[in-house]
């Protein structure tokens, strides 16, 4: 259980901002006018001295959070806020973390080769997402990369200890990326249910997120109903706290090469491979897993795997979202097998059921 906040504006002003020495604000650099909050925040920061940190791309690079670190601490900032999209909130948790090691030390600790010494205390850590897919704000990790290779930094402080959930920030994002953070959020609700480390608890929040997103993804992409994003801020959130515990399996995996290596935005490059799992898992796996695939059909309302991978199909139509890797890019068996080979094991351990690389270069070729 996490004991998170989920505040207002007017509390963000009053219980976090209005006594804060400092706020290290970590933005985007366009969606932060364009959403609204930029007026929002200002509206609620009053006269404290704001520090305010940008300088990053989308999937973000060790290098660019190292020289976050450096300016969060020389700022001598109290409160971070990060608001934005997932990677402003993953860049805000990662300085969180790394704040007070040394820079060289950066790289070792997202390998694993050295712990992390969190010094956090004194400090609050606040996050209001203008996107609703990853659920970054209800999660302990941030992907992080160093060159190609995709890391995930992950402690408990990386948790913000309270987040604003305003629907209406959303609705200034274009279709296109509506569609791929909400079909993010489907793949990660659906693949923690199915997770060998998923929990009775992180089970109840994907059950709970599913027949959500399953109602709303489509009027959420074409419409500007307040509603409809209230629902998938919602959905988002749950969707987060139940990968927080199980975390995600193969087709998160695969994602990560297929955005780095295409270009392909995150949520596309899950949805992706995830349908040829509907099937695979629901054949081949043991009768715990049989029993959840059949528990993931009813939260979907459809009858088995091939009627799953159906409605899946046509929900990435209706929301102009391609269904397979070969309609992005042209991708030869060669490209699938290195594709295949970069796959974090540690995810694949806590897929369902085991897989071989074949089963993998068939989900990239479907
Ligand atoms: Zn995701």
Redesign the pocket.
């Known amino acids: 259980m996490t004991d998170q906040k989920q505040i207002s504006w007017a509390e963000l002003g009053r219980d976090y901002l209005s006594h804060a020495r400092g706020i290290f604000l970590v933005a985007g650099t366009g969606s932060f006018s364009a959403s609204g909050a930029k007026a929002k925040f200002s509206a609620v920061c009053g006269d404290i001295p704001a520090v305010r940190f940008s300088d990053f791309t989308e999937n973000p690079q060790l290098s660019e959070i190292s020289a976050g670190v450096r300016l969060f601490e020389k700022s001598g900032c109290d409160v971070i806020v990060a608001i934005g999209g997932g990677s402003s909130i993953d860049i805000a948790k990662s300085v969180h973390i790394l704040a007070g090691h040394a820079t060289g030390e950066h790289a070792a600790i997202l390998r694993g080769e050295k712990d992390l010494e969190p010094a956090v205390a004194g400090r609050a850590f606040i996050a209001v997402p203008t996107t609703f897919g990853?659920g970054s704000e209800s999660t302990q990790f941030a992907a992080v990369y160093i060159g190609d290779a995709k890391y995930s930094l992950s402690h408990p402080c990386g948790l913000p200890g309270a987040y604003v959930l305003d629907p209406a920030l959303a609705l200034s994002a274009p279709p296109v990326i509506r569609a791929s953070t909400a079909i993010?959020a489907l793949?990660?609700a659906i693949e923690s249910y199915w997770a060998k480390d998923g929990s009775k608890e992180s089970r109840a929040y994907a059950a709970k997120a599913i027949p959500l997103l399953r109602d709303n993804i489509e009027a959420y992409v074409s419409s500007d109903d307040l509603d409809v994003a209230a629902n998938m801020a919602e959905a988002a959130n749950l969707s987060g706290r139940a990968i927080n515990v199980s975390k995600t399996t193969a087709p998160?995996a695969l994602s990560y090469g297929i955005t780095k290596r295409y270009g392909v935005a995150?949520?596309q490059a899950?949805a992706l491979t995830l349908p040829a799992f509907f099937t695979l898992n629901a054949d081949r796996g043991d009768a715990d897993t049989k029993a959840r695939m059949r528990e993931i059909f009813d939260l979907l309302g459809v009858k088995d795997g091939a009627a799953a991978k159906v409605w899946f199909t046509g929900l990435l139509a209706a929301t102009g979202l391609k269904a397979r890797l070969l309609e992005i890019a042209s991708v030869s068996v060669d490209d699938a097998e290195e594709l295949a080979a970069q796959v974090n094991l540690e995810r694949l351990g806590n897929h369902p059921v085991t897989l071989t690389s074949n089963d993998l270069i068939a989900a990239l070729l479907a």
């Open positions: 990853t993010d793949c990660q998160h995150h949520g899950v």
